[in-house]
């Protein structure tokens, strides 16, 4: 079995939200329960990742007591995103709340305008702003509702922690990492930061998740490509003079 799309990771996602009914945080499921064996990545041999994540949706600031308490069931989570549905919870979820994504309304007009403090606070912090994609194919309002509000955070974030995800719920409302990609620039972003909405910011949410689970911090090594006048200092003398003749 393999996984025809082309991603290396996925997130399974809870959401609770505290307006319908009062729910508690139970633990997430295990991947091992849901498949019995994981698929295989396309063009790879390796398995592909399955994560666990929270959403929360908050609608009143008491609903935010939950984050900020030390819950044993919240830590076992990778991935803690909130969904504020008012400006001034967005404003404390980019300053104070302890999550990996901000949640940007896309199904409807925003009642709020973006501000720059709160926004600067959470990309300080290390936080990602989550905008989906699927809204947009399902129906031409929607549509609307995602470009207008992408926007409206592109002209503050300055295409700055992005992240572009799918909430999808069936098969057929996936698309593959190049066509998201496609969708971002419309969304205001450019080649390159639609390009990291869906590969290293994504990446960076993951490894902010392990550093809000560990309560230190996690190192990862990247290999820097040498310059060509690096590798010509490096070169013996006797090779520098074939070279240059």
Known sequence: LTFPVGYSAVAL????????????????????????SLPVVQGTSKRIKVLTR???????????????????????????????????????????????????????????????????MAIDRGIYFELLYTPAIKDSTMRRYTISNA???????????????????????????????NLGLLFGLSEGEAKAAVSTNCRATMLHGETRKSACGVVYTVKKPRKVEEEETTLPACKKAKTQA
């Open 151 to 181: 926007i409206s955070l592109m002209q503050i974030c300055k295409g700055k922690n992005i992240v572009i995800s799918s909430a999808a719920e069936r098969p057929l409302e996936l698309r593959g990492p190049y066509d998201v990609a």
């Open 54 to 120: 929270l959403t929360l949706v908050v609608s009143d600031p008491s609903h935010c007591n939950l984050l900020r308490s030390t819950s044993a069931n919240i830590r076992l989570y990778d991935i803690i995103a909130v969904f504020p549905k008012t400006e001034k919870l967005f404003h404390i979820a980019c300053t104070t709340l302890d999550v990996d994504l901000v949640c940007i309304n896309v199904t409807e007009k925003l009642p709020f305008y973006f501000r720059r403090p709160p926004v600067n």
């Open 13 to 36: 996602n809870h959401v609770i939200d505290f307006k319908e009914k009062k729910q508690e945080i139970v633990k997430p499921v295990s991947p091992s329960e849901l498949f019995p």
